[in-house]
Structures are given as structure tokens and as C-alpha cells.
């Protein structure tokens, strides 16, 4: 489902304006500019270079400044934004630190920004001191709405609708935007029946929902398992006109919202509306689509829609490859899945092991282990990474399938990559443990458990597990207790049960 809250963010981000401005090269009192600059290319493409060399960029701007470059506000503020959108806070807010230091002055939709970047860097205390140090002219509806949204994000209930109530004694609520911002808190806090209520709010104001606001009541109709509220909305849509001109977000959650209750046939019907107005420039667009029709058992509208992905984008990138082989896995299509792969292997520039993964875990499900197992050989020549999940789906099968010697040398060879990465899925653990349970190898169970120490302490389900095998295997483990003592781990009903028949 696509992600209601980033299209928020977009939408709070696309009514900030800002004002060009020119530094002069009086950085510094000692800096020698020359009288007469060089032409030199926009200072938004070379900060924007910094991303890929390096470097500091206050440091890069006073060079700037000293070099005689002008350096324009609205190539500064341009460049701050893509540094958030691509989630890179603390090196916006240095844009923005810099900018301050050389006495710039920022509009109210500036501050805005900026007070956003102190949320996500600092935290939201740092965020309300901000907010509280602005002069009154500052505190407009633009910094007021940032400071909602970042109640909002941080899941702060009380203090959003404090917050709100203010906005409203200060006139500052004029459209969806803040309505909006609380509804996403709700759905966040995983309590979708209260957006109907705030909807109702926004019309006693005379504010008409937008497409976003009537995107997030469907999904709140979705999470309470309402289709006839579903329904309603879409009515309500339909008669304010805004069925025509309803966003992506708006028919993404309802095409999920069928899928997951069964209802294929009206999912179907919203992805045809979803992909009229898709964005064909835009790569994720197809691969929402894709994912969605396999949801929906069509693998004739998955195919379609991956040869639109490839005529409209020829160079395919290893995300789409992996959307294509997630869901032709999901349609249990394991000749598309063999086909695909093989056409990725042949022309990917970098191989990535997620890419094996769907293909050991497609064939594994069909039994087809030696097919499976020719992928992972074949990964282990040209990947240089770790091979931790493609281990465990073939260790995972050795053991449901009782070749447990097999998976114990996949198990070997795992210990020798030395990924201490690892995280060790705890259905492996227990397959395992089943093993030396049935085999009663108290040995092997004591082996396995001092490697799985060298990734993390042992938990209570895996001590469990290992009295279950001495119980199996009629031995005693007198130490155990103490054992479970020096790790800290409270003893429980099973527990105990299994400690006065193996403490004996």
C-alpha cells in the first residue's frame, strides 16, 4: 500500500515557497573576492555533487563565496528540500545552519522547513524550543502547520490536538492539510476509527476533503473492515466530483483493501482507475501494479504490465526484476520465475543475492531442492556478500523434509562465513532442535548452542528447547538452572517442569 504519509509530506513540502537571495562575498572580513567572477555552473549541481564526493557543505560554501560564486538562496533552499526528500535531514539542516550564519533572511515557509529537519535530527523538543524562539511575524500558519505534522509523526496525541485547537483560536486552519496531518496520526497510533471523526470536524468547518483526505478514510474504512463505509466514501467521491480527479493514493488503498477481503473482481476494476492515472515516468507505479495483480491471481495482467514497465523503461533495474520475481513466486509461476531469472542473470551489472533468494524460495516450494540448490551454487561464484537467507531457506527444507545431515553442513559452512549479522529466523532454531530432540543428541544440541552464542545470548524459547532434548534423551543437566540464572532469564511454568526432571 502506498505509504499515505510521505504523499503528505510531498504535499506540505509543494506549498513552501522561497525568495531568492544573493550572498555577497563579505563571508569573511579577511576573504579576498575576486572583483570580477568566473561563469561558473549552478551552485545547486555542485552541491548536489557533494552527495557522491563528500565533503562538508559549509565548508564547500564559504569556498564558494570566497571564489566569488553567486550563491543564490533559492538554489540553497532547492537543494535542502532534495536532501530531505531523499532522507537525508542533518545535511539539510546544515543548508539551513550555514544560511543563518551568514544573517539570510527566511520567510515563514523557510522556517517551516527548518523546524521539520530540527524533528527529525534533534527531536521534538528541539523542535518546539525552535518554534518558541520565532518572533511573532514567524509564527504563521506555515511553522504552526510544521509543528502539528511533527506532533503528528511523533505520535503525540494530546499535544496534536492541543496544538490543533490553537491553530483554530489563531485562524490558522483554512484547509485539509491539518485535518490531514491528524488522521495520518491516527492511522499511525493503529486507531482508524477516530478519521471518520476528524472528517466530520473538517465539515462542520466548511473545509472540503481533498483527494489525500478521502485517500485515508478509505484506508481507515479498510483497517475497521467497513465496505459498506468504503462504499459510502466512494458515493461521497463520486458526488463531489472527486471521482475524476482522485488521486493515485485514493485507488491504491482501495485496490489493497479488496485484495485483502477477497473481493477480486472490485479490486481489479481499482487498479484499472489506479493505472489510468499512474505516472508512467515513475518506475514504482508499475511495480505497485504488478504486486497488486498478483495479489489478485491474474498473472495475464502481471505479464501485460511488466512488458508496459519494459517498453517505457528498456534499461530494467534490479528493483523491477525483484517485483517481477516476487510476484510471479507469489503465482507459483515457476517457469516465469526460472525464465526471469535467467534474463536478469544475463545482463545485470551487479548481482544482487535478493534476486537468488526469490528464486531458491520459488523452487523450494514446488520440492524442486536440486533446482534450488543450482541457483545457490551458481550465487556463491558471483556474489561476494553473505549468503545468510538463502542458507536458511535450504536448511529450513533439508530439515521439514528430514535430511537434517544436509542442512547441519549448510549450518558448518554458515559458521565459517562468520555473518555477524546474522539473525537467525527462530522457526530454523526450532527445526533444528527438533532434530536432536527426535535423534536425542544432547551432544549436537549443546554444539548448536554454543554457535548460536557467537551471534547472541541464548533466549528463553532456545533453553527450551534444549531441556526438551535432555528430556528426550533421559539425561541430566544439573548445571542448567545456574545456567539459566547467569543469563538473567526468569524461570517459567514449562521451564520449571522440564528443570525437576533434568536437575536431578
Known amino acids: 500500500m502506498m505509504n499515505s504519509v510521505s504523499r503528505l509530506a510531498r504535499r506540505f513540502c509543494a506549498t513552501l515557497a522561497a525568495i531568492p537571495a544573493e550572498i555577497s562575498g563579505s563571508a569573511s572580513a579577511s576573504a579576498s573576492v575576486p572583483t570580477k567572477a568566473k561563469k561558473h555552473p549552478s551552485i545547486y549541481r555542485k552541491l548536489s555533487s557533494l552527495g557522491t564526493r563528500g565533503g562538508k557543505i559549509d565548508e564547500t560554501l564559504n569556498q564558494f563565496v570566497m571564489e566569488g560564486v553567486p550563491v543564490k538562496k533559492h538554489d540553497l533552499i532547492r537543494y535542502a528540500k532534495d536532501l530531505r526528500k531523499f532522507r537525508q535531514p542533518q545535511r539539510a539542516l546544515e543548508i539551513f545552519e550555514w544560511m543563518e550564519t551568514k544573517e539570510i533572511a527566511f520567510s515563514g515557509s523557510d522556517h517551516a522547513i527548518r523546524l521539520d529537519l530540527i524533528a527529525k535530527t534533534k527531536g521534538l523538543e528541539a523542535a518546539e524550543n525552535y518554534f518558541n524562539s520565532l518572533d511573532d511575524s514567524s509564527k504563521n500558519q506555515s511553522t504552526y502547520g510544521s509543528l502539528l505534522n511533527c506532533y503528528c509523526v511523533e505520535r503525540e ?21 491539518p485535518f490531514n496531518n491528524l488522521m495520518a496520526m491516527y ?14 470536524a473538517m465539515k462542520q468547518r466548511n473545509i472540503t476533503p481533498c483527494d489525500i ?50 473481493l477480486y473482481d472490485k479490486a481489479e476494476e481499482a487498479l484499472k482507475s489506479l493505472e489510468s492515472k499512474m505516472n508512467p515516468h515513475l518506475r514504482d507505479s508499475f511495480h505497485f501494479l504488478i504486486s497488486l495483480y498478483a495479489g489478485v491471481s491474474n498473472a495475464k495482467e502481471v505479464y501485460r504490465v511488466w512488458d508496459l514497465l519494459k517498453k517505457r523503461h528498456p534499461n530494467v533495474n534490479n528493483t523491477s526484476y525483484l517485483i517481477i520475481l516476487q510476484a510471479l513466486s507469489k503465482l507459483n509461476d515457476v517457469d516465469g520465475v526460472k525464465r526471469i531469472f535467467t534474463e536478469w542473470e544475463s545482463t545485470c551489472w551487479t548481482y544482487d543475492m535478493r534476486m537468488a533468494n526469490v528464486a531458491i ?116 543437566c544439573p548445571d542448567m538452572r545456574k545456567r539459566l540464572e547467569e543469563q538473567g532469564i526468569q524461570v517459567d511454568e514449562e521451564q520449571e517442569c522440564l528443570l525437576s526432571k533434568i536437575c536431578t
Open 157 to 177: 496525541e494530546e499535544k496534536a490536538k492541543a496544538h490543533f485547537e490553537n491553530m483554530v483560536d489563531l485562524n490558522h486552519v483554512s484547509n485539509s492539510l
Open 187 to 200: 492511522l499511525r497510533l493503529d486507531q482508524p476509527e477516530k478519521v471518520p471523526e476528524v472528517v466530520v
Open 213 to 262: 483526505t478521502y485517500s485515508m478514510w478509505i484506508q481507515s474504512c479498510g483497517s475497521l473492515k467497513d465496505l459498506d463505509g468504503v462504499e459510502k466514501v466512494l458515493e461521497e467521491m463520486k458526488a463531489e466530483g472527486e471521482e475524476t480527479s482522485s488521486s493515485w493514493d485514493t485507488f491504491a488503498n482501495l485496490a489493497a483493501i479488496y485484495v485483502k477481503v477477497g
Open 361 to 476: 524460495s520459488s523452487y523450494l516450494k514446488q520440492n524442486m531442492y536440486e533446482d534450488a540448490e543450482g541457483v545457490f551454487n551458481g550465487a556463491m561464484k558471483k556474489y561476494k556478500g553473505q549468503f545468510s537467507k538463502a542458507r536458511q531457506l535450504l536448511m529450513m527444507h533439508l530439515l521439514k523434509n528430514d535430511q537434517a545431515d544436509l542442512a547441519l553442513k549448510h549450518f558448518e559452512a554458515a559458521v565459517l562465513d562468520q555473518d555477524k549479522n546474522w539473525t537467525w529466523s527462530s522457526e530454523l532454531i526450532r527445526l533444528f532442535f527438533l532434530h536432536f530432540e527426535e535423534a536425542k543428541d544432547v551432544d549436537g544440541a549443546e554444539e548448536f548452542c554454543r554457535t548460536l552464542r557467537k551471534w547472541s545470548p541464548l533466549d528463553s524459547e532456545t533453553y527450551t528447547l534444549l531441556m526438551k532434548t535432555y528430556f528426550s534423551a533421559g539425561e541430566d
